[in-house]
């Protein structure tokens, strides 16, 4: 006591003075007279309403728990080799589930520690008082709720009584440095938070609510289980609440609507006391919710029928948690043979009786729901239903416990003497043999404590079953060793579900969707398609596929994208290779003709050599689109390069030779009587040439600056739907080269143009500047219609079809106006008026110059010739030579 802090002593001889006044012990306790004594704490009564310390009497928490240390001390004393020579005795005490009347009780056990001081107390006639010297408690069996546990185990630290615990499941009582003197045969709620969350886990909830019981038990187990499903992950806490100590049916219904804020998280965790349970339960009955939660209990719910007694259908589906145990054989023919008779040590076992076969023993009975009265001949198990409390295993392992500890210390400190000796003092001594005690408990199963006083995590979970084909009742689903073992197969869901019920905030994603997670909860999020080129790269993050690869169906991976080009059988080629195959069969049959009339008049009078490169230019027009179409190539893309300008290169080139000429000859003959120079076939076909060869060169540059090559464009028909995404097989020559490639041409044709407009004053029937006129104004209006057509489909999705097109039928037009009104009207008179194709008189030049000089002069008046056109008839040839 040297050490032991005086304030503190003098509070509790206070308490104890007053609890002495009180005499709270007779008739509250029970007494068993003993060589050594052993405390026991049970909660015989529930807690008390408005103001009242106890409340009803618990049948199965309180009277059973205290008959099996009744039944365990007898079993002791009976047996000749545990403890020979020395008998148990009891002080059993009343805690009526509250901790602050326990701690007031407890103190009856550390009287006999405290000396009084009764020097200055005299009796009325002067004599000194004679106070009964109170027995001497070694250890303590106790309590049942962890919180009456913690208050308790912090008086008798202080007097180091042992303790041992046979339902407190509190985490914190492990704490061996605050509560050292304190052991339990049950496991703490750690390794039970352990099994709630593997269970969880296994039922595939990761959106749980909880529930606890205002006090160390439930707040300390909810604690737990939070604290080591922060640290697995995967698991969200909806909702924490808490049922106050002194509640009321308006905090229960609040409880429930509280929970059904997040109607997502049906599982709910609840560590909570007997009464706490039923309030909860009947509120969801109140609420019409049976069913909808899925209930997972704590120890103290365990397989107990109390906290379901009348409420069996919204208890339906609930899994429930017990330390591993076994139904005691011999303790069941004990209790099933008690009597009023033979149980009068008990003095609460009337107050059972009558409860229990709810009758009056008397007229004076506090019991008003009934007015039968009892015959003492009722028998349990009989005349009332009666099944083993879950607890009573660990009751009866308690007190074993604390006979091996003194059996083992009376062996050790008294080797030479029978009983009790005087060395079996000191409660760390009986400590350290607690600590180190090892035997088969009543249920078989090993007995022992770690050096923190706890025992090993065993547990059997059981469901609550209620359905037609068995009776209603709990049924063992698996269990728990350091390992969930749980036989899934076995379970049943209320309303009937076959499925396991899902308790999650948010469904799982669909494939090719990735979770945007809540910020703070972890098990919420909301599911986001990967859109566009976007696959789904893991749970929460999408990814956009490399540029030749698009998302495939599900979105959970990429595919290449399809490669197209344009085919032979599409609409977009059939018309341009329809158009392209007559126009080479009409250009083959026109230099057919001029081949075949090769001399006569209006061949010759055509230019032959011109009009040989002219057909030669307008057939490579047509051919162009067949090297369009193909698909593309090392060789097709070469071939595009150099004949995509080289074919309106020629007939433009052959054109301009004409008109050029026709417009020399004339404007050299309004000045001089002598022919221009250059006029000759050999003079035309260089001109020519030259004209051509610019083009070829500016091929040969291009195919050493950038050689022609194959290429795969995404981008072209990279479509917002993926789905519709093609990458398009084509040479690679881009817009603005293709226009630079008939830039040239296009230079040409314009000044073609300018020259016709120029000769369009020469006589209708000389050569053929009219029907060049008229050609090149038409060629000119197709390729201002082609310009806006090939560039303003740039963007579309259709662009290699439609430009491919556009173009082709362009060229064919261009060709076709060319072939049309500068050859069939002179095929036609080959064919079909050769009589018109005869040889007039040959004019000399001088005689063309007077001609051309008298239309001038007559050409004074436009207004009064057409076009300034002078109707004369003139020969269709001029002989340079003359």
């Given at each position: 006591m040297a050490c032991f802090p005086w304030r503190v002593f003098w509070i509790i001889q206070a308490l104890v003075d007053v609890t002495l006044s009180q005499e709270i012990y007779a008739p509250h306790s029970i007494r068993i007279e003993g060589d050594l004594t052993l405390g026991g704490l049970f909660p015989v009564h529930a807690r008390g309403v408005s103001g009242e310390p106890c409340g009803d009497i618990k049948k199965e928490n309180g009277i059973h728990r205290l008959e099996a240390m009744l039944y365990a001390l007898d079993q002791i004393n009976s047996d000749d080799e545990l403890l020979p020579n020395i008998t148990l005795g009891a002080r059993v005490l009343d805690t009526c589930s509250r901790d602050t009347y326990a701690l007031e009780q407890s103190l009856t056990f550390v009287q006999a520690l405290i000396q009084k001081d009764t020097s200055d107390v005299r009796c009325t006639n002067g004599e000194p008082p004679v106070f009964v010297k109170p027995e001497k408690v070694v250890g303590v069996i106790g309590a049942s709720a962890s919180s009456v546990s913690i208050m308790v185990a912090n008086?008798?630290?202080?007097?180091q009584i042992p303790q041992i615990s046979y339902a407190s499941t509190a985490p914190e009582l492990s704490d061996d440095r605050r509560y050292d003197f304190f052991s339990r045969v049950v496991p703490p709620d750690s390794f039970q938070a352990q099994a709630m969350v593997d269970i969880v886990k296994a039922m595939g909830w990761n959106y749980v609510s909880t529930v606890a019981s205002e006090g160390s038990y439930g707040e300390k187990g909810v604690e737990a289980f939070m604290q080591i499903s922060r640290e697995a992950g995967g698991i969200c806490i909806a909702q924490s609440l808490k049922i106050p100590h002194d509640h009321k049916q308006a905090d229960f219904d609040k409880i429930i609507r509280q929970l059904l804020e997040t109607r997502y998280a049906r599982a709910v965790i609840i560590f909570a006391y007997d009464e706490d349970i039923r309030g909860i339960l009947n509120a969801s009955k109140r609420a019409d919710q049976v069913g909808h939660f899925l209930w997972i209990g704590s120890d103290s719910w365990g397989a107990k029928n109390s906290p379901i007694q009348g409420l069996e259908d919204a208890a339906v589906g609930a899994i429930t948690i017990l330390p591993k145990r076994a139904t005691i054989a011999g303790f069941d023919v004990y209790f099933t043979s008690r009597t009023l008779e033979n149980n009068r040590r008990n003095v609460w076992f009337a107050e059972f009786w009558e409860e229990n076969f709810n009758c009056k023993l008397m007229s004076s009975s506090k019991r008003e729901d009934t007015s039968r009265k009892c015959t003492g001949q009722e028998r349990i198990g009989i005349d009332s239903k009666y099944e083993q409390e879950g607890k009573v295993q660990f009751v009866i392992d308690a007190v074993y416990a604390m006979a091996h500890a003194l059996h083992n210390m009376q062996k050790d400190l008294c080797p030479n003497q029978s009983g009790v000796c005087s060395e079996m003092t000191g409660g760390k001594k009986l400590l350290k043999y607690i600590r180190s005690v090892s035997f088969n408990g009543s249920a078989g199963t090993s007995v022992t404590f770690n050096r923190n006083g706890d025992a090993p995590g065993r547990y059997d979970l059981f469901q609550y079953q209620m359905n037609i084909n068995s009776t209603p009742g709990y049924k063992v689903i698996g269990q728990w060793t350091e390992s969930l073992q749980l036989n899934i197969e076995d379970m049943q869901w209320p309303s009937g579900e076959m499925e396991i019920p899902s308790s999650v905030c948010s469904l799982p994603c669909k494939t090719g969707q990735r979770k945007k997670v809540v910020k703070g909860v972890p098990c919420c999020w909301h599911c986001e398609p990967c859109d566009g080129y976007q696959y789904q790269y893991d749970e929460t993050s999408c990814r956009l596929c490399a540029y030749n690869m698009r998302p495939n169906a599900n979105r959970t991976g990429c595919q290449p994208i399809p490669i197209v080009k344009l085919e032979w059988h599409s609409p977009w080629a059939v018309i341009p290779v329809f158009l392209a195959m007559l126009g080479i069969v009409a250009t083959i049959f026109v230099m057919a003709t001029f081949v075949r009339y090769n001399d006569t008049p209006i061949v010759r009078a055509s230019g032959r050599e011109l009009s040989y490169v002219l057909l030669t230019g307008i057939f490579l027009c047509y051919i162009i689109t067949f090297v369009m179409i193909a698909t593309p190539d090392m060789a097709v893309c070469s071939f595009r390069r150099i004949f995509l300008g080289l074919g309106m290169c020629i007939s433009y080139a052959a054109l301009l030779t004409k008109t050029n000429r026709i417009y020399r000859i004339f404007e050299e003959g309004k000045?001089?009587?002598?022919?221009?120079?250059?006029?000759?076939?050999?003079?035309?076909?260089?001109?020519?040439?030259?004209?051509?060869?610019?083009?070829?060169?500016?091929?040969?540059?291009?195919?050493?600056?950038?050689?022609?090559?194959?290429?795969?464009?995404?981008?072209?028909?990279?479509?917002?739907?993926?789905?519709?995404?093609?990458?398009?097989?084509?040479?690679?020559?881009?817009?603005?080269?293709?226009?630079?490639?008939?830039?040239?041409?296009?230079?040409?044709?314009?000044?073609?143009?300018?020259?016709?407009?120029?000769?369009?004053?020469?006589?209708?029937?000389?050569?053929?500047a009219k029907p060049i006129g008229f050609t090149m104004y038409t060629t000119c209006i197709v390729w201002l219609a082609f310009i806006p057509i090939f560039f303003g489909t740039a963007q579309s999705a259709e662009k290699l079809y439609i430009q491919t097109t556009t173009l082709t039928i362009s060229m064919n037009l261009s060709a076709s106006v060319a072939l049309g009104m500068l050859y069939m009207p002179k095929v036609y008179v080959i064919i079909f008026h050769p009589e018109l194709n005869v040889q007039k008189r040959k004019r000399s030049f001088k005689a063309v110059v007077t001609v051309a000089t008298m239309s001038s002069r007559l050409s004074h008046k436009p207004s009064d010739r057409p076009n300034g056109e002078a109707k004369t008839e003139l020969c269709e040839n001029v002989d340079p030579n003359s």
């Open positions: 008086i008798l630290r202080l007097f000045k001089s009587v002598s022919p221009p120079k250059l006029i000759s076939p050999t003079s035309q076909l260089a001109i020519t040439s030259s004209l051509i060869s610019i083009q070829l060169l500016g091929v040969l540059i291009w195919f050493g600056v950038d050689p022609p090559n194959t290429i795969i464009d995404y981008d072209e028909q990279k479509t917002i739907n993926p789905e519709r995404a093609q990458g398009v097989l084509k040479c690679d020559i881009t817009d603005l080269q293709i226009i630079c490639s008939l830039g040239y041409s296009i230079l040409l044709m314009v000044t073609c143009t300018v020259y016709a407009i120029k000769t369009r004053g020469v006589p209708e029937n000389f050569n053929e």
